[in-house]
Each structure stands twice: as structure tokens, then as C-alpha cells.
């Protein structure tokens, strides 16, 4: 199980597409052929639209990889908005740099190199929006921080809620267990939160949106 929505109907939405930012096309095109998991392109035009039309001044990214989402949400933030995005991965921060200096959107984008765990505790500023998409087994502790850098009514977006599909199947492969009954577990956790009016959706590989009350 890989799939969310059936092949054939991601082949037609594609129909619709009306990418025509190359570096935009070139980044998914190397992400696949490097395998580097980037956020799928549906959930990214879903990221784009909510920053459009939400207009938030200050957004938090943690997992930043090549910095595909974070060129997108970039140029859907309004004239003086300003992305901080999280990234350990040295090799993934010199890629990320790269296509930042290619898409024009440098003064837009902070990079924050280190752990989240370990960067977030220490950020004294609030978030109107945020977006979560790092290591899986973290989701809990970073939604916990996430929660205190959120200002109210502010939004988190979540990736990969629905975990390739295995959080909803009966079966699931040995390798994919432990990371599966760990979404699941936070998926629980988000749903059930008393801060966030929480949703869960079928695009790309399962997403959350929570607003925070």
C-alpha cells in the first residue's frame, strides 16, 4: 500500500497541474531520483493555498530536507512575511541553499540549522502558521512545542498523517510497524487535543490541519 488516492486518479488531477516554475519541477524530479522524501505535490499546492489565504507574517517549518516546501510556501507569503525553517542534515542545508539562491526567495527564508527538539525550547517568538514534517517518532514532543510557539487561532499543518496508508489498513508489513502504530498513536494525540480544532485529510500522505483555540 503507497497510495492515498488511486494512480489513475493522481493522473488525472496532474491533467490540471499548472506548475510552470522549473526549479519548482526540477527539485520533485530529484527528490524522486535521489529518494528524498519531499511533500507531495498535491499537499503542497494544499500548503500554498492556505498560506495565500491565511496571509501569516511569521511561519515555522521544521524538516526543511532540500527545501521544496519551503520555496513554496516562500513565494505564497505576502511582500513581508518570513519563513523559519528547521533542518539538522548539513548535506540537506547545502542542497537547500543552493535552490534558495535559484529561486530568488533568499530574504524570505531563515535557516535554522540543529535539531528542533533542541531549537524549539529555546525560540522566543511566536507563529501564525506551522508546518510539521520531521521524524515521525519526534511528532509528539515537536507538536508539544509547537503548541507554545502557536499564536491563537494560528495553524499547524502535518504531513503524513495517514502513513502511506498502513494507519488505516488491518495489514501492515513488519518494517512498517513500529512507525505506523507511532502515527497512529499521534494521530490519537492531534485529534483528541483540547488546544487545536483538529482535521485530518486524504491529500497526499494524510493531512492535519489544527487551529488553535
Do not use: C
Request: zero cysteines.
Amino acid at each position: 500500500m503507497k497510495n492515498i488516492i488511486e494512480p489513475v486518479q493522481e493522473t488525472y488531477l496532474k491533467n490540471f497541474r499548472k506548475e510552470k516554475n522549473k526549479l519548482i519541477l526540477e527539485i520533485e524530479e530529484y527528490a524522486l531520483e535521489n529518494k528524498i522524501p519531499i511533500l507531495n505535490w498535491l499537499a503542497a499546492d494544499f500548503l500554498e493555498q492556505l498560506i495565500k489565504i491565511n496571509k501569516p507574517k511569521k511561519v515555522l517549518e521544521i524538516g526543511m530536507a532540500i527545501g521544496y516546501s519551503s520555496i513554496r510556501i516562500a513565494r505564497a507569503l505576502r511582500k513581508k512575511g518570513i519563513l523559519y525553517t528547521i533542518e539538522k542534515s548539513p548535506k540537506n542545508i547545502e542542497r537547500a541553499i543552493i535552490n534558495f539562491e535559484k529561486s530568488g526567495f533568499n530574504e524570505k527564508i531563515k535557516i535554522l540549522e540543529g535539531d528542533a527538539l533542541e531549537l524549539m525550547p529555546k525560540l522566543d517568538m511566536k507563529f501564525d502558521f506551522i508546518f510539521l514534517d520531521a521524524d515521525k517518532e519526534d511528532y509528539e514532543k515537536l507538536f508539544h512545542y509547537s503548541t507554545m510557539l502557536l499564536k491563537k487561532r494560528g495553524i499547524i499543518f502535518i504531513d503524513n498523517l495517514l502513513w502511506h496508508g498502513y494507519t488505516a489498513s488491518k495489514v501492515v508489513p513488519k518494517e512498517m510497524k513500529k512507525s505506523t502504530n507511532t502515527i497512529r498513536e499521534f494521530n490519537k494525540l492531534f485529534m483528541e487535543s483540547d488546544s487545536f480544532d483538529s482535521k485530518i485529510y486524504p491529500i497526499g500522505d494524510g493531512i492535519g490541519i489544527g487551529i488553535k483555540k
